[in-house]
């Protein structure tokens, strides 16, 4: 299983903005904006598993590589909210993101000194990996917990005590007026139908879905060779999404086993195509070696770096940033 991840929670605010310069203030309007950023930057949400958490990131590069870090230098003064949490399926982002509001039943007492219940979902979905989700149940605010492996909640008013009651993902009010980033599904990638499912549910949540959502397609780790089940399913998602969302699909297995983006300037230094080891990923389908971490599921830094890059080169092209 996969490192703990930072659980999901929201994202400080940005530092407040310096006030309007006076009208006399010199300089070129173009200088001013520069140094004055405009209020009212559109915030973005980053949502999905261990990939968007950048799990495996800390390998390889001299300094650790984050994509939200690079993104919330790249989109400043907007405000980047990374809920990326590892092991998830697409399954618990419909529910962090606020779109899924199982009902929630209590199923032993509190935990002594605490407040802390054992509850179920009558959804049925278990938890998966380090998950966190600040909600409510039925207007009492606390935390879902599944980082034990089983479902609990702690009411944030210990003096508060729930039995059973409607769940709601404190983060949908978050998103709502937030463009998405969305790379989710590969931890389900079998089930095809259901990933592309709750990616179209993600997309189709946002304010005006033909313009403010990404999403990221899923790339091959040497377990998803030209072939295989998963290699297959992988194939057959990004195909797919990349039909249905042209411009704002975003092709991570191309990118990262494709001449232009082996090529690309922050990989330049690896000299990739020259490698032996480069070369017979490629002609087994999966994304090279030295732009994996130790683990073999994760990218490395590099791979991060690389990532991180054709998100800020498409967001340009959207004319988000």
Not at 160 to 170: K, V
Not at 178 to 199: E, P
Not at 299 to 306: F, I, P, R, S, V
Request: charged share 15%; glycine share 10%.
């Amino acid at each position: 299983m996969p490192a703990p991840q930072p659980a999901a929670v929201p994202a400080a605010p940005a530092a407040p903005l310096p006030a309007s310069p006076p009208s006399t203030a010199t300089g070129t309007a173009a200088s001013r904006r520069l140094l004055h950023p405009e209020v009212g930057t559109r915030p973005m949400t980053l949502w999905g598993s261990s990939s968007m958490s950048s799990e495996g990131g800390v390998e390889s590069t001299p300094r650790p590589i984050r994509i939200h870090e690079h993104l919330s230098l790249s989109a400043a003064p907007a405000t980047i909210h990374g809920f990326g949490v590892g092991a998830t399926q697409s399954a618990h982002t419909l529910l962090m993101r606020g779109l899924d509001t199982p009902r929630l039943t209590v199923v032993g007492p509190p935990r002594e000194g605490t407040s802390r219940v054992e509850v179920t979902l009558d959804s049925g979905l278990g938890p998966r990996g380090p998950i966190r989700i600040p909600g409510a149940v039925d207007g009492t605010a606390g935390i879902l917990d599944g980082s034990s492996g089983t479902w609990s909640f702690t009411p944030e008013d210990a003096t508060l005590t729930i039995d059973h009651g409607i769940f709601t993902s404190a983060l949908a009010e978050i998103a709502t007026d937030s463009r998405q980033v969305l790379w989710m599904g590969k931890n389900n990638i079998l089930d095809v139908t259901g990933a592309l499912h709750d990616t179209q549910r993600m997309w189709d949540a946002a304010a005006t879905p033909e313009a403010d959502t990404l999403v990221l397609g899923q790339w091959c780790t040497e377990f998803d060779e030209t072939g295989s089940a998963t290699g297959d399913a992988v194939a057959t998602v990004n195909a797919e999404q990349s039909r249905r969302y042209g411009d704002h699909f975003l092709d991570i297995q191309e990118l990262l086993t494709g001449q232009e983006g082996l090529h690309c300037s922050p990989l330049a230094p690896l000299a990739l195509l020259d490698q032996a080891t480069t070369q017979d990923a490629l002609g087994r389908g999966v994304v090279p070696p030295l732009l994996i971490a130790s683990d073999r599921i994760h990218l490395n830094g590099w791979g991060n770096l690389a990532v991180s890059w054709a998100i800020v080169r498409r967001m340009r092209e959207l004319q988000w940033l």
